[in-house]
């Protein structure tokens, strides 16, 4: 075991430079890819609830703008390291790039912790950022939105401190409002529907008719639930979900062979998507130990809850009928559960492409808010799926041209676009 | 007979027309007033006072000149003349010294002292009835004197006497008592008061404890507004001995020995005693009471409470021992009446379950006699579709024994808010979650994201059925979605999410059939003085009573009702320890010195040490994540609330794993304690204050204690923590690869038989985990 600890910026590096020899990349684009173009340290002097005043310490990380303005979250944590938000900022670029938006890769936060601090203290923090960034951010340089322990308020403060400094409407400047406030409507199918957009590509590229599909999905949140509602809505079937159940702190899988029915299992499921049990067995579904999900004898599996969900133990479950996986999570799978699909030939859409739908349907609100004109829903969902099928057949036809994996494909279209990007503006 | 004008409401002031009169009329009085004239003089130092005193003294005794005090024989009665003499010099000597208003002053007060003496006679007297003290204070009404008229020894000498007779002979009761319950207040209590005839009963502790808290912020709302106005729902009392009475009626005296049988024996024939009480009958005088009272609370519901004598004294709570049983108030007068006898016979029955009984045991109270007093009080609500609900209700804490945020001083106090019933505010629930928020700190939430909110908020909520006519619990959901804006407080307390996931109060735009509402209470805790009235609240109580006190309270949406005030209370584990002294070094496995809260763990039989460098260390996020999963097994297998987990940093951290063990509440769920381990001179942002499951430690009684080794007078024994054997690999073979950084210590085998003892005293605010023999430490 080494004893060199964790980082996760050397992480993102260690994987940007295994892209970067299949792309072979020059040094110059290497040098410039590999770190952040531009990082912002500052403090934050906050008036507290007692009179006193404390300095946070907030930071803003813009990764590569050549595609377009950043765009990525801000969090609040109390142990935010610089190479954390490295890190993401640089996921971020690869993210955007990968779907083909025009936009770059940013990410940002603040030390503090939320749980600490009066909703007016976390307000001064929020105005304090933008009074120290207002002159590095805006809707055509750096679009931030809610991360890890920020909510929409947060992000609402912000915005009204930018318009206000900058004496201007500028909705365009965050993504994630209301729909009230200058939102996308679309918003909540966004990710999931995504996920289905690229598994129906994913099945016609291999040939297989979606109406003879059967799928088990992990996890009955968000994501899934508008997942099983566009593979009914394109004639496939799921047949198993699974879910956390809240009192008995342990997830249970929920299996119907003729299909589940994702509205009546949300008229039995609680807030977070946990099913109650009692109520579906009466509906007819078998009740497994949440484990189960993986090993049903289905045609494709989608991973939609955690991460690591698909690992060296659990890998050897998976059904041998079973021809793809869409991970609808993040990092769902282990580098050595990921050895074991390449072997047995699964095809693989990696999360960061399935999962692209909700950072593109961002990119639509900012589109929206620039503009001051805003879609119907159906107009956003007909874009997503333009974007999401062009998106995956650049992918595939990588990883088909190139004999590339598909997670390897994905990030090699991806860094290849900022690449291309950055050299086209002569910058390298 | 018109009263008097006040002696500065005439044009002149006239002592002697007043002494004029009483010469002729009641002369002892007289004799009485020229008495107090004398002391009065003496003591505001007038020396002819003393003289007069000493001469009228020697008079009685017939002899001139000194005489020795101790002499054997009789004193000489005094003569007529001498005593008549007596008193005119005493208010010839007034009348040089204090102003005519000043005398006339005094007579007033002194003449309407001594009119009292029939009911300090009565109160005094251990002898008298309820009933005959009843009367008495009924005449002390019809005089029409308010007891600041009086002077203070009398009001003193009647406040307290009364305060004993009817509420508690504590003197750390009656000390605060005597200074805002007012003997007019015991006139108005006495029409509220249903006694067996020659009851020489008292009220009982928590009725006690809630008319002194009622009388307090009735004096005290005159002064400070920023209370508001406070209320005690209408209320009647059946007084200590009625259970005396009852048992006596039914010829049920063998009950009394059930408390010295063994105590299985007791919860074996608890039912059976419950239904023998049920089928019991109460005397006539009881039920015509009860009718009385039921008359005057009207068909509303009502519950009825315990009020023991042993209960809410300091000390003993016995918090939930005994019953409090609401009840639909529905039907004809005789349904009413019946249903109203058969929950006070159930209280009743309760002072001999085995909860009770076991509890006495274990604090010496078992030979303690207790009487089980009653009360009958309104439950504040009001009627939303077929269901009855005050629109909140919870219990206040003058000290936060659940500090989620190192700004949050001890007594910041802190309030647990339910919507409905405040049933579920009062006891730990498990499966559910009430609103916690610190009163000294209004603005700090322990939930910040929308996750968070909707998890952590009330799901479920009691109610009273109107057209069932029983007490029962529904899901959140379900009652909103039926009663919809009707509600009480639904403004305050409820909050929809838009797809955003930005909560907003709920408004006229609000459809209950569609958009899913959560309890956040926000409307409540940031748009209304709420939290600042508690804080208030708390305050002027726990000042006044000498101590922290905990608090039941409910609102109907517009006022805010007191049920219960006293002494903040410990269950057994959850008091402040006794901390050892001089340990031997070798025996400590750490001490804290910081955000410590009360409590004990006595017998812990294993630890899981997650070494901090060595899980700084992993290379990798899945070795990282494996730790989480191996803390997840070693919860399923380690015994249930015996093992305790110490750990780098954050327990649970979301964002950077390295700065905690990535771990769900579902991993930790059974140790009984969760230790956050500072880096070596790190300060409190270290660590999480277990924030990422607080509630549902709060919940289910898991401790948490941060520790900052290195810092102040913290110790960490990483030599026993590393050196013990690792057990790691005897418990769960397929994790030992982790036994570099998961260490499990199983104390027994390490020690020789020991276990390990948590003992945590938040009053010092130190914590001390030491080797020991197992059994409850009682610091000696």
Redesign the interface.
């Given at each position: 075991m080494s004893t060199k600890p964790f980082n996760a910026f050397e992480m993102a590096q260690a994987q940007f430079d295994r892209v970067a020899d299949l792309l072979d990349l020059d040094r110059a684009t290497r040098e410039l890819l590999r770190v952040p173009m531009r990082e912002y340290h500052f403090s934050i002097p906050v008036r507290m609830d007692d009179g006193s005043v404390k300095v946070f310490r907030g930071f803003r990380v813009q990764h590569n703008d050549a595609r377009g303005p950043a765009k990525g979250g801000i969090r609040f944590h109390p142990h935010e390291t610089i190479d954390t938000v490295r890190a993401l900022a640089t996921w971020m670029t690869w993210k955007c790039a990968v779907v083909d938006i025009p936009l770059g890769g940013g990410k940002g936060g603040v030390i503090c912790d939320p749980h600490h601090l009066s909703m007016r203290e976390q307000e001064g923090i929020c105005r304090g950022w933008v009074r120290q960034m207002w002159r590095n951010v805006g809707p055509l340089t750096d679009v931030p939105a809610p991360d890890v322990m920020t909510t929409p308020q947060h992000m609402l403060w912000m915005l009204d401190e930018l318009e206000t400094i900058r004496g201007e409407h500028l909705p365009g400047f965050i993504t994630g409002k209301p729909v009230h406030m200058g939102g996308s409507l679309g918003r909540t199918e966004a990710t999931g529907y995504g996920v289905i957009f690229t598994l129906r590509e994913a099945l016609k590229v291999k040939g297989i008719d979606i109406r003879t599909c059967t799928a088990s999905i992990q996890g009955f949140g968000n994501v899934s639930q508008y997942a099983v509602r566009k593979l009914h809505e394109l004639g496939g079937k799921v047949v198993c979900v699974s879910s956390w159940d809240q009192a008995d702190q342990t997830s249970y899988a929920f299996f119907k062979a003729d299909g589940i029915d994702a509205d009546a299992l949300m008229g039995i499921a609680d807030k977070f998507g946990g099913i109650d049990k009692a109520k579906a067995k009466e509906l007819g579904y078998t009740v497994l130990p949440g484990a189960d999900w993986i090993a049903q004898e289905v045609d494709i599996l989608i991973p939609a809850a955690l991460e690591n969900q698909i690992s060296a133990d659990t890998v050897g479950r998976v059904h041998e009928k079973v021809k793809v996986i869409v991970e609808g999570a993040n990092g769902p799978t282990t580098p050595e559960a990921d050895e074991v699909i390449k072997q047995r030939g699964i095809f693989v859409v990696p999360d960061f492409l399935a999962n692209a739908g909700g950072v593109t349907c961002s990119y639509f609100e900012q589109v929206q808010s620039n503009m001051n004109y805003y879609w119907e829903r159906d107009e956003v969902l007909s874009k997503l799926d333009t974007k999401m099928t062009a998106a995956f057949h650049s992918v595939y036809e990588m990883a088909e041209r190139q004999k590339f994996y598909m997670r390897d494909a994905a990030y090699a279209i991806a860094i290849n676009r900022v690449a291309q990007a950055s050299r086209d503006r002569g910058w390298v | 007979m018109s009263p008097l004008p006040p002696p500065d409401a005439g044009a002149r002031h006239d002592s002697s027309v007043v002494l004029a009169f009483l010469r002729r009329t009641d002369y002892p009085l007289l004799t009485r007033i020229a008495r107090r004239m004398i002391n009065h003089l003496c003591w505001s130092g007038v020396d002819e006072a003393h003289e007069l005193l000493q001469r009228f003294t020697l008079d009685q005794r017939g002899i001139a000149g000194a005489s020795a005090p101790d002499e054997n024989r009789p004193l000489a009665r005094q003569s007529p003349d001498a005593l008549a003499r007596f008193i005119d010099d005493a208010f010839a000597l007034a009348a040089s010294v204090l102003s005519e208003a000043e005398i006339v002053s005094c007579l007033e007060r002194w003449i309407k002292d001594d009119k009292t003496g029939f009911l300090i006679e009565s109160s005094e007297n251990q002898t008298t009835t309820l009933a005959q003290l009843a009367e008495a204070l009924e005449r002390f009404r019809d005089m029409g004197i308010a007891d600041t008229e009086l002077s203070p020894s009398t009001r003193n000498v009647l406040r307290v006497s009364l305060a004993r007779r009817f509420l508690t002979e504590d003197l750390h009761f009656i000390r605060s008592a005597k200074n805002c319950i007012e003997v007019q207040d015991f006139c108005d209590l006495v029409h509220h008061v249903i006694s067996p005839p020659l009851s020489r009963g008292k009220l009982g502790g928590k009725s006690s404890g809630l008319l002194l808290a009622k009388h307090i912020v009735r004096t005290a709302e005159a002064h400070d507004a920023s209370l508001g106005d406070i209320r005690v729902p209408k209320t009647y009392y059946v007084t200590t001995d009625g259970i005396l009475d009852f048992i006596e009626h039914n010829h049920l005296q063998d009950v009394y020995d059930r408390k010295y049988l063994p105590i299985d024996q007791v919860r074996r024939e608890y039912p059976h005693i419950v239904q023998v009480f049920k089928n019991s009958h109460f005397t006539p005088d009881t039920m015509k009471g009860l009718s009385v009272a039921l008359d005057d609370l009207g068909d509303g519901p009502v519950i009825v409470r315990s009020s023991s004598l042993l209960e809410d004294r300091f000390g003993t709570a016995f918090s939930g021992k005994y019953k409090s049983l609401f009840l639909a108030n529905l039907g004809s007068k005789a349904e009413r009446l019946g249903a109203l006898m058969d929950a006070i016979a159930e209280v009743y029955a309760s002072v001999f379950g085995p909860d009770p009984i076991e509890y006495r045991a274990e604090r010496g109270l078992l030979d303690v006699h207790e009487e089980m007093g009653v009360m009958i009080q309104e439950v504040v609500g009001q009627r939303a579709g077929r269901y009855f609900l005050p629109a909140y209700a919870g219990v206040a804490f003058s000290r936060n024994e659940f500090r989620?945020?190192?700004?949050i001083r001890r007594d910041d106090g802190l309030v647990r808010l339910v919507v409905g019933l405040g049933t579920r505010a009062v006891d730990r629930v498990g499966?559910d979650y009430p609103i916690l928020a610190a009163p000294g700190?209004?603005?700090?939430?322990?939930n910040?994201?929308?996750?968070e909110m909707?998890?952590y908020s009330p799901h479920f909520v009691d109610v009273i059925n109107l057209e069932a006519g029983v007490f029962e619990t529904l899901p959140l959901d379900q009652l909103v979605r039926e009663v919809g804006h009707a509600l009480p407080g639904a403004r305050l307390l409820l909050a929809t999410w838009?797809?955003?996931?930005?909560?907003r109060p709920v408004g006229v735009d609000w459809d209950p059939a569609r958009q899913?509402a959560?309890a956040t209470f926000e409307g409540l805790l940031?748009r209304t003085p709420f939290l600042g009235r508690m804080r208030g609240l708390l305050a002027l109580l726990s000042e006044r009573i000498g101590g922290p006190v905990d608090l039941e309270f409910a609102s109907d949406g517009r006022t805010l009702y007191l049920l219960q005030c006293r002494p903040q209370s410990y269950g057994t584990d959850d008091g402040p320890s006794p901390l050892p002294v001089d340990v031997p070094h070798e025996r400590v496995v750490f001490t804290a010195d910081r955000y410590v809260s009360n409590g004990q763990l006595p017998d812990i039989t294993h630890v899981v040490y997650v070494d901090p460098e060595a899980y700084?260390?992993?290379?990798?996020?899945?070795?990282?994540?494996s730790v989480g999963e191996a803390v997840g097994a070693l919860n399923r297998v380690l015994p249930r609330r015996q093992f305790i987990l110490m750990g780098p940093?954050?327990w649970g951290s979301?964002?950077?794993?390295?700065?905690g063990v990535s771990v769900t509440?579902?991993d930790i769920?059974n140790t009984a304690m969760l230790v956050e381990i500072a880096r070596r001179g790190g300060s409190a942002?270290?660590v999480?204050?277990g924030?990422h499951f607080f509630q549902d430690l709060v919940e289910s009684g898991i401790r948490y204690l941060p520790l900052f080794p290195g810092t102040g007078t913290s110790e960490l024994n990483d030599t026993f923590l590393r050196s013990s054997p690792n057990a790691l690999a005897d418990v769960l073979p397929e994790w030992a690869h982790l036994a570099?950084v998961v260490r499990v210590v199983d104390v027994a085998a390490s020690t020789g038989g020991q276990v390990l003892k948590v003992l945590m005293n938040a009053d010092a605010d130190r914590a001390v985990a030491m080797l020991a023999p197992p059994g409850r430490w009682t610091g000696r």
């Open positions: - | 989620w945020s190192p700004r499966d700190q209004p603005g700090l939430r322990i910040t994201t929308a996750d909707v998890r838009d797809e955003s996931g930005l909560p899913t959560v940031s700084g260390a992993l290379p990798d996020l899945v070795s990282l994540r940093g954050r979301r964002g950077d794993i390295k700065l509440y579902a769920s942002p270290d999480s204050f924030t570099k």
